[in-house]
């Protein structure tokens, strides 16, 4: 019952989004297929159902996981899909190095970043879904912590926190030929200023090394 509630999957339609980044000046424009994304952020008591730890350093149930790499983020979805009996998404070697991404698994897996900011902006156009104090937590209003999922107004498609309380990583890789194996993380997290907390803000960080108390992650499947 708690996986159940916890994982709360929200069918996305099919279209596109525009991409840029700002660091090349480059943009560019992906096609979305349909899929399932999470309502919340991974809490922090689904995470302890599958995982039997919790490494957060703001301890509550409800609040969202964070101070997790992305490998441990992966690794989780890997564990969730062996519980419900579906494909492994991710082969994650031993040493943690040449992880491979299985796009046609039917499992649990972090959403691509397109799929992200797709979903973030659920059909606007705006750099945020909404006005900033009604939908996320961030530095002004967080009170130097994360907070319960769920707390802020959601976007047209029914997501909440996809801004703001923490950042979330993506399953892509940022850009292998500059940064090697660094995967992207989007959203903005408690800590941020307001300038930070935007649809199209991309970060990037190693996805072993890297693992902070504004960074959680939210899952996706594909759509059967």
């Known amino acids: ?6 994982t709360h999957l929200t069918p ?4 596109q989004i525009e991409l840029r980044d700002d660091r090349t000046k ?3 424009t992906v096609a979305i297929q349909p899929f399932l994304l999470a309502k919340f952020p991974v809490t922090q008591a689904l995470y302890a159902a599958v995982i039997q730890q919790n490494p ?10 964070e101070n997790v790499s992305w490998v441990e983020a992966a690794q989780f979805c890997n564990a969730l899909s062996a519980q419900e009996k579906l494909e492994s998404c991710y082969e994650i ?5 040449n992880i491979t991404f299985n796009s046609q698994a039917n499992g649990y897996r972090l959403p691509t970043e397109a799929e992200w900011e ?4 659920a059909g606007t156009t705006a750099h945020r879904y909404g006005e900033l104090n009604e939908i996320a937590w961030y530095k002004e209003n967080s009170a ?6 769920g707390l802020k107004a959601p976007n047209a498609w029914g997501l909440y926190d996809m801004l703001g309380n923490v950042w979330e990583w993506c399953s892509d890789i940022y850009d292998e030929q500059v940064y ?3 995967r992207i993380i989007r959203g903005g997290g408690w800590a941020d200023e307001a300038r930070g907390i935007l649809a199209t803000n991309r970060r990037r960080s190693h996805p072993t090394a890297f693992k902070i108390d504004d960074l959680g992650f939210r899952i996706a499947r594909n759509l059967a």
């Open 12 to 15: 996305i339609p099919a279209g």
């Open 56 to 65: 957060s350093t703001f301890p509550s149930p409800q609040k969202p996981v």
């Open 180 to 182: 090697g194996s660094y």
């Open 1 to 6: 019952m708690l996986l159940t509630f916890q």
């Open 118 to 121: 797709y979903a973030c902006k």
């Open 26 to 28: 480059q943009t560019w």
């Open 93 to 97: 070697p031993a040493n943690l190095e």
């Open 144 to 149: 130097g912590s994360t907070h319960d999922v």
